[in-house]
T-cell receptor, first 112, second 112 residues
Framework: NAGVTQTPKFQVLKTGQSMTLQCAQD?????MSWYRQDPGMGLRLIHY???????DQGEVPNGYNVSRSTTEDFPLRLLSAAPSQTSVYFC???????????FGQGTRLTVV | RKEVEQDPGPFNVPEGATVAFNCTYS??????FFWYRQDCRKEPKLLMS???SGNEDGRFTAQLNRASQYISLLIRDSKLSDSATYLC?????????????FGSGTKLNVKP
């Protein structure tokens, strides 16, 4: 019963470093998405995918890249980390795009 | 204006009380609606979908008012375990059909 698995759970980066946040789901869900959650801002959509090979931008895509080569995996890449990217990142998946989503446990990222 | 707006609270209520939260949405985010629950430092979890005719799930009742562009969540007979942040979610319209907009959440504290 893995569901949606995110790694790592915690990460500290220096400004300018790059890294990839991993997200994998074992439910054969087509729709996957990445959100960031900041105090008082709620969850904001970064990128999403409606199936393997298809990705699109959300509300706050700048500074992030994604790819979806398989149904199971949807990694999020930070190209050059900035302190403004300090946040909690959540990956979510759903069978379709109706909004009934399952979330991973989150990655707490600090950029210093 | 944000697509979805909520009163951040906190709502402090005694056990057994009835409490209601409202959430307003914009014209660009009015396709379908959901309530999620998020415990402190945990991932969001779907509480219930919101149907046009209103719907109930045990002690929880969700309603949609399209004329005034708000949805509501009513919790009856509050339990200590209901303490959490409740997130309102709306699906985008038109080109934003695959995007989901989260409110910043309403915090509920149920006290003995």
């Amino acid at each position: 019963n893995a569901g949606v698995t995110q790694t790592p759970k915690f990460q500290v980066l220096k400004t300018g470093q790059s890294m990839t946040l991993q997200c994998a789901q074992d439910m054969n869900h087509e729709y996957m998405s990445w959100y960031r959650q900041d105090p008082g801002m709620g969850l904001r959509l970064i990128h999403y995918s409606v199936g393997a090979g298809i990705t699109d931008q959300g509300e706050v895509p700048n500074g992030y890249n994604v790819s979806r080569s398989t149904t199971e995996d949807f990694p999020l890449r930070l190209l050059s980390a900035a302190p403004s990217q300090t946040s909690v990142y959540f990956c979510a998946s759903s069978l379709d795009n109706t909004g009934r989503a399952f979330f991973g446990q989150g990655t707490r990222l600090t950029v210093v | 204006r944000k697509e979805v707006e909520q009163d951040p609270g906190p709502f402090n209520v005694p056990e057994g009380a009835t409490v209601a939260f409202n959430c307003t949405y914009s014209n660009s985010a009015s396709q379908s609606f959901f309530w999620y629950r998020q415990d402190c430092r945990k991932e969001p979890k779907l509480l219930m979908s919101v149907y046009s005719s209103g719907n109930e799930d045990g002690r929880f009742t969700a309603q949609l008012n399209r004329a005034s562009q708000y949805i509501s969540l009513l919790i009856r007979d509050s339990k200590l375990s209901d303490s959490a942040t409740y997130l309102c979610v709306a699906r985008g319209m038109g080109y934003n059909f695959n995007k989901f907009y989260f409110g910043s959440g309403t915090k509920l504290n149920v006290k003995p």
